[in-house]
């Protein structure tokens, strides 16, 4: 069960990558997902226990960790400097803004 496993993790591991490719945040959240989920399944039974959901998760943190850090670190040189994180657009997850009063 160990081989199917890393097989599934590979494959997801590649499918997330075409995910990114294509800006598709759908897809790219469930390939993490199931990228974390992989590597989380310790015993490989296809469930979680309470210590693999705590490892999933931390692995789910980190990947978007990642993914946050080389979105911000626009000119790929591997630090993001107060400038590009100022640059940033702010994503307010839904929200559009302040709304003007209405008069």
């Given at each position: 069960m160990k081989?199917?496993?890393r097989w599934?993790?590979?494959a997801l591991m590649l499918a997330s990558t075409t995910a990114f490719a294509e800006?598709?945040?759908?897809a790219q959240r469930q390939a993490?997902?199931?990228?974390a989920f992989a590597q989380a399944d310790a015993d490989g039974n296809g469930a979680l226990s309470p210590q693999e959901f705590?490892?999933?998760y931390a692995i789910l943190q980190q990947q978007r960790g990642a993914?946050?850090?080389?979105?911000l670190d626009t000119n790929g040189?591997?630090?993001v400097t107060l400038a590009e994180l100022q640059a940033a657009p702010e994503?307010?997850?839904g929200c559009r803004g302040k709304q003007s009063p209405q008069e």
């Open positions: 081989s199917t496993t599934l993790a590979a800006g598709d945040w759908q993490m997902q199931a990228q705590a490892n999933y993914h946050k850090f080389s979105r040189d591997g630090q994503h307010h997850h």
